[in-house]
């Protein structure tokens, strides 16, 4: 199966700040990469899709980037609705891999 | 309105088996991929298994391979995971959820607790 690694496990920042998750794939994947958000006690929403497709209803400070086997989730100024854990899947082949999870919190 | 609705969570003991159903509705279900996503508590998400819109492609979880079984009924509009030989490490929330591309429906879960 191929193994997704997202970093930083846990980020502490404030409102306004630029925030960026990373996510690494065990062997290329394209662009078959989507990221979610979850907050407690919720389903996850999916925010992006194919690696830099924003979902419809995502507002724009969120974007992605990355191929192969390199990804990265950037919020470009952190809003309080935005404090929760991120996710990265990816879904090529026969399987549909999580990453483990960034938890995003207030500094 | 799109709904999916799962069911079937129980509390089994290790060893059991379980049937979780998940039922759909305001969309064409025959028309999407589906999927469960399990969550244990205070823990990641995990994929654990994934049907084409006709069953024709099926795919498992290496945790799940050989135990789980996923299955569709069209006319129904439902999505069902058979899961046996249940052992403590399957706890959790299952949600179904809808696509091929991210998943852009979800369920609220179920809750499986596998125990003595």
């Known amino acids: 199966d191929i193994q997704m690694t997202q970093s930083p496990s846990t980020l502490s920042a404030s409102v306004g700040d630029r925030v960026t998750i990373t996510c690494r794939a065990s062997?290329?994947?394209?662009?078959?990469l989507a990221w979610y958000q979850q907050k407690p006690g919720k389903a996850p929403k999916v925010l992006i899709h194919?690696?830099?497709t924003l979902e419809s209803g995502v507002p724009s400070r969120f974007s992605g980037s990355g191929s192969g086997t390199e990804f990265t989730l950037t919020i470009s100024s952190l809003q309080p609705d935005d404090f929760a854990t991120y996710y990265c899947?990816?879904?090529?082949?026969?399987?549909?891999?999580f990453g483990q999870g960034t938890k995003v919190e207030i500094k | 309105e799109v709904q999916l609705v799962e069911s079937g969570g129980d509390l089994v003991q290790p060893g059991g088996s379980l049937r979780l159903s998940c039922a759909a509705s305001?969309?064409?279900?025959?028309?999407?991929?589906m999927n469960w996503v399990r969550q244990a508590p205070g823990k990641g998400l995990e994929w654990v298994s994934y049907?084409?819109?006709?069953?024709?492609?099926?795919y498992y979880a290496d945790s799940v391979k050989g135990r789980f079984t996923i299955s569709r009924d069209n006319a129904k509009n439902s999505l069902s995971l058979q899961m046996n030989s249940l052992r403590a490490e399957d706890s959790g929330v299952y949600y179904c959820?809808?696509?091929?591309?991210?998943?852009?429906?979800w369920g609220q879960g179920t809750l499986v607790t596998v125990s003595s």
């Open positions: 194919k690696a830099s």
């Open positions: 959820a809808r696509g091929i591309q991210g998943s852009d429906y």
């Open positions: 305001g969309f064409a279900f025959s028309t999407y991929s």
């Open positions: 062997q290329s994947i394209s662009t078959w």
């Open positions: 899947q990816q879904y090529n082949g026969d399987s549909r891999t």
């Open positions: 049907i084409s819109t006709g069953s024709s492609t099926i």
